[in-house]
């Protein structure tokens, strides 16, 4: 089997950053707060998750989350632990159950995404 060469080429070294200017990037805090809400959203069952919260005029219950996606009570709970971590939900516990809604704090890129979400799921229930 024959070998073959490819030419060398004689280019001058690269310089960084020679092509063309580039906007500023992101600050490191903005884009940390939107790793943690995506990464919180990163799962198809805390979005429906979050959508439920977003239209819920009352906490909702975890027996109500568990019954809706058929999934255990731990399984429920881990979901919205990441979604507390978030920022997206704040919960409170009363006797044995715990209770969740929206946090009304959220930060303003989480309130975007929420918006997002419902925004997704009006136009789909068309």
């Known amino acids: 089997m024959a070998t073959t060469t490819r030419p060398v080429l004689d280019l001058p070294p690269r310089t960084k950053g020679c092509c063309q200017p580039l906007p500023g990037a992101l600050p490191k805090t903005t884009a940390a707060e939107l790793a943690r809400v995506f990464t919180a959203l990163d799962d198809p069952t805390r979005v429906r998750m979050v959508d439920i919260l977003s ?23 881990h979901h919205l632990a990441k979604l ?37 799921g009006r136009s789909t229930a068309s």
């Open 84 to 120: 507390r971590e978030a920022g997206l939900v704040t919960s409170f516990r009363s006797g044995l159950w715990s209770f969740h809604r929206l946090d009304p704090e959220m930060s303003p890129v989480a309130a975007e995404a929420v918006r997002l979400i419902r925004a997704a």
């Open 55 to 77: 239209e819920a005029t009352e906490p909702v219950c975890v027996c109500d989350f568990t019954a809706t996606f058929a999934l255990s009570q731990p399984t429920i709970s």
